[in-house]
């Protein structure tokens, strides 16, 4: 079965550090696509970053960017210089070629303390 | 914004009945998803929409059905509503509906069944 395992629930970091949350995933398959969803109190689910597993470079969107272990399975987030705005749930999804559903993770917890 | 938009915001309604989501995606998108979050199942596929034809159905009960039509928007139907029901309601689009594109979530709709 596809599975997502976010294993932190919760997490907190102090205004401008930096701050990593944690994503596994099983699969067999060899062509599938990550995702880090953002989802603040407004309860919008909002893109943060996406990765192709092709890809050996990790990607990156200003201060956020990812570790992509593919042998792993592994797809953290880091968060740089963390704003108060960064506070919220954030959910690691997956997708794999041919599929139509994204699979997500229980999600985590962000707690940004000034 | 993601552009994808979905009402009604909320809805309060009692069980028994039934209510229909209504989601309209982004310009140029033809393909809907619908994405239902519980607290005690997180986020789970429903079902899948391309250019009008049912692409893909995940988890999603009898008791709920979709539609697209010509225009690309999209309904949810839910009837013979449960308290179990009671969960916050996500569509999403992408353009073709491939695994490798990005799918981009609306607001969601919070519905409450009494």
């Known amino acids: 079965a596809q599975t997502v395992t976010q294993s932190q629930p919760e997490m907190s970091v102090q205004e401008a550090e930096t701050v990593t949350l944690s994503c596994t995933y099983d699969t067999s398959e060899s062509d599938y696509y990550l995702f880090w969803y953002k989802q603040p109190p407004s309860r919008q689910m909002i893109l943060v970053i996406r990765q192709e597993a092709y890809k050996q470079q990790n990607a990156t969107e200003n201060r956020f960017s990812v570790n992509f272990q593919k042998a792993a399975k592994s797809f953290s987030l880091k968060i740089s210089d963390s704003q108060l705005g960064d506070a919220a749930m954030y959910f690691c999804?997956?997708?794999?070629?041919?599929?139509?559903?994204?699979?997500f993770g229980k999600g985590t917890k962000l707690t940004v303390n000034p | 914004d993601s552009g994808v938009t979905q009402t009604p915001k909320h809805l309060i309604t009692a069980t028994g009945q039934r209510v229909t989501l209504r989601c309209s995606p982004r310009?140029?998108?033809?393909?809907v998803y619908w994405y239902q979050q519980s607290l005690d199942q997180g986020l789970q596929f429903l079902i899948q929409?391309?250019?009008?034809?049912?692409?893909a159905k995940g988890n999603i009960l009898e008791r709920f059905s979709a539609q697209q039509f010509p225009d690309l928007h999209s309904e949810l139907n839910l009837s013979s509503l449960e308290l179990g029901d009671s969960a916050l309601y996500f569509c999403a689009s992408s353009p073709s509906g491939r695994d490798q594109e990005t799918q981009y979530f609306g607001p969601g709709t919070r519905l409450l069944v009494l």
């Open positions: 929409y391309y250019n009008g034809e049912e692409r």
């Open positions: 310009s140029g998108d033809l393909s």
């Open positions: 999804a997956y997708i794999w070629g041919g599929s139509e559903k994204l699979v």
